[in-house]
């Protein structure tokens, strides 16, 4: 099993910047990929910007350009770098991560952390 708690979440005005971080524990060694998500109410999550093993990093969305996804070398945290944040920005932000083993692939979520960009 793995748990992923996040932190770091918080409100700031345009403009400004927020770092988010994920702690996992529990069986690490095996995590190939981690991510973060966020969601809005009525809306579905969406993938913010993602890191695998083999070092791809995709940002799909508005977050290309101003946010920066990266591990520690031990692969048991992941941050956010959030800059130039929007107020469209303003999300439940979740941490996913997921692990593969020889049998199966196994899917996580932390519990979400709040970001508001608000004047």
């Known amino acids: 099993q793995l748990q992923l708690v996040e932190s770091g979440g918080g409100e700031v005005p345009p403009g400004g910047s927020l770092n988010l971080s994920c702690v996992a524990s529990?069986?690490?060694?095996?995590?190939?990929?981690m991510a973060w998500y966020r969601q809005t109410p009525g809306k579905q999550r969406e993938l913010v910007a993602s890191?695998?093993?083999?070092?791809?990093?995709n940002y799909p969305g508005s977050a290309r350009g101003r946010f920066t996804i990266s591990t520690d070398i031990a692969w048991n945290t992941v941050y956010l770098l959030m800059d130039s944040l929007r107020p469209e920005d303003t999300a439940v932000y979740y941490c996913?991560?997921?692990?593969?083993?020889?049998?199966?692939?196994?899917?996580?979520w932390g519990q979400g952390t709040q970001v508001t960009v608000s004047t």
């Open positions: 996913h991560a997921q692990r593969l083993t020889v049998v199966a692939t196994y899917d996580y």
């Open positions: 529990g069986k690490t060694a095996d995590i190939y990929s």
């Open positions: 890191i695998n093993r083999d070092r791809y990093i």
